[in-house]
């Protein structure tokens, strides 16, 4: 098993478990994200959003009280049919460790989702910084 902290909670903090492995804030997150059986994370739109494109299970937890995440992107996994969504304040241990054993390596079947906004950003921008060049 393998928590990553992100750039707010010091590694050192965290007591894991024997076997367990503890890490900051991890560049390329989206390569673990991909490997992972069965991620367990806050309700974020990237991380989730990044589980859903890479067709892996997962368990979420949007923060009490932020509307963004308790609304908008728990909104849009329920329209996608992504993750499992959880209550941080009604999760006991043996409803987490239910979740977990229920969803660690199934097969999901979230939609495609257009990954190249990027490129397509670009390609809108460009035209625009070409002229203001000129």
């Given amino acids: 098993m393998v928590l990553i902290c992100g750039p707010r909670i010091k590694p050192e ?3 894991a478990p024997p076997g367990g492995e503890v890490k900051g804030f991890v560049p390329r997150l989206y390569e673990h994200l991909a490997a992972c059986d069965l991620a367990v994370v806050q309700g974020g739109g990237s991380t989730t959003l990044e589980l859903t494109v890479l067709k892996r299970p ?3 937890f949007p923060l009490e009280g932020h509307s963004e995440q308790e609304i908008a992107v728990a909104s849009r996994l329920l329209r996608l049919g992504a993750g499992v969504k959880m209550s941080f304040s009604q ?3 043996a409803s987490l460790a ?3 054993l229920k969803n660690i ?3 999901v079947s979230y939609p495609s989702l257009p990954i190249d906004g990027a490129s397509r950003a670009a390609d809108l921008i460009l035209p625009l910084l070409q002229g203001a060049f000129k």
Avoid: C, Q
Wanted: charged fraction near 35%; proline fraction near 0%; hydrophobic fraction near 35%.
């Fill in 58 to 60: 997962f368990l979420y």
């Fill in 98 to 100: 239910e979740a977990a």
């Fill in 13 to 15: 903090s965290i007591k």
């Fill in 91 to 93: 999760t006991t241990e």
């Fill in 105 to 107: 390596g199934r097969e």
